[in-house]
C-alpha cells in the first residue's frame, strides 16, 4: 500500500520568508513517481512538479525547489523569498510506475503568507 | 492550452436525489479518473477508466457512484440517492500516459462542488 505524510498542517509566515513543506512516503514499488500540488482558494489543483524514482537531483523552478532524498522516502518543497500569492494549501502526492496512474495524495500543507 | 473541464461548478441537491457531474477530458488523453475532496481534508481517489471501462476503483465507490463515457466526448459521474457525506469537492482528471514508460501528470478540472442538504 501506498501512504503519503505531511506532517505540517499549517504553517504561517511573513513575506519574503523562506518555507519549507515536509514530505515523506511510503511505497514498495522500485518505480514511482512523485508530485506536488497547489490548491488556491480558489479550489482548483495546480501540478507543480514531478519526479521519477530514479532521478534524486534537486530541482529549482524559480522561487521555487524540491530536495528528493531516496534514503529518507522525503521530497521536500520549499519556497524562497514567499509571497503572498504563494498562500495555498499544497499538496504531495505518489504513483505507481507500473499501469494506472492512481495518485495517493498526503493530507496537504496550509501555507499562509502575511504581508 | 487544452484543459479539462467540469460542469457544474456547483450543485446543490436534496438527500435521496440523483446527481451527474460532466467532464469533459483532453481530448487526446486515455485514462480518466475522478476524485474527491471533503472539505478540509485530502484528495481522495475515487475511480480511473480506460478503454471503456473500470480499471480501478477505492473502497469508496461503492454502488451508489458509477461512471460512463457515454458519447466519446464527455465523461460522467452519477451519484444515486445521495447522502449528506457526499457533500464535497468533486475533481475529474484526465492522463495522457500511463504503462511502464511512464507515469504522466494527471491533468485535473477546477472541480464540481457538490452540496447535499
Known amino acids: 500500500a501506498q501512504k503519503v505524510t505531511q506532517a505540517q498542517t499549517e504553517i504561517s509566515v511573513v513575506e519574503k520568508e523562506d518555507v519549507t513543506l515536509d514530505c515523506v512516503y511510503e511505497?514498495?514499488?522500485?518505480?514511482?513517481?512523485l508530485f506536488w500540488y497547489k490548491q488556491p482558494p480558489s479550489g482548483e489543483l495546480v501540478f507543480l512538479i514531478r519526479?521519477?524514482?530514479?532521478?534524486?537531483q534537486n530541482e529549482i523552478s524559480g522561487r521555487y525547489s524540491w530536495n528528493f532524498q531516496k534514503s529518507t522516502s522525503s521530497f521536500n518543497f520549499t519556497i524562497t523569498a514567499s509571497q503572498v500569492v504563494d498562500s495555498a494549501v499544497y499538496f504531495c502526492?505518489?504513483?505507481?510506475?507500473?499501469?494506472?496512474?492512481?495518485?495517493?495524495f498526503g493530507g496537504g500543507t496550509r501555507v499562509l503568507v502575511k504581508p | 492550452e487544452p484543459e479539462v473541464t467540469q460542469t457544474p461548478s456547483h450543485q446543490v441537491t436534496q438527500m435521496g436525489q440523483e446527481v451527474i457531474l460532466r467532464c469533459v477530458p483532453i481530448?487526446?488523453?486515455?485514462?480518466f479518473y475522478w476524485y474527491r475532496q471533503i472539505l478540509g481534508q485530502k484528495v481522495e481517489f475515487l475511480v480511473s477508466?480506460?478503454?471503456?471501462?473500470?480499471?480501478?476503483k477505492s473502497e469508496i465507490f461503492d454502488d451508489q457512484f458509477s461512471v460512463e463515457r457515454p458519447d466519446g466526448s464527455n465523461f460522467t459521474l452519477k451519484i444515486r440517492s445521495t447522502k449528506l457525506e457526499d457533500s464535497a469537492m468533486y475533481f475529474c482528471?484526465?492522463?495522457?500516459?500511463?504503462?511502464?514508460?511512464?507515469?504522466?501528470?494527471?491533468?485535473f478540472g477546477e472541480g464540481s462542488r457538490l452540496t447535499v442538504l
Open positions: 482528471a484526465s492522463s495522457p500516459t500511463s504503462g511502464r514508460a511512464g507515469s504522466g501528470e494527471l491533468f
Open positions: 511505497t514498495r514499488d522500485t518505480t514511482y513517481y
Open positions: 519526479r521519477n524514482s530514479f532521478d534524486e
Open positions: 502526492a505518489l504513483s505507481r510506475g507500473a499501469a494506472g496512474n492512481k495518485l495517493t
Open positions: 481530448s487526446n488523453h486515455l485514462y
Open positions: 477508466f480506460y478503454n471503456n471501462e473500470i480499471s480501478e
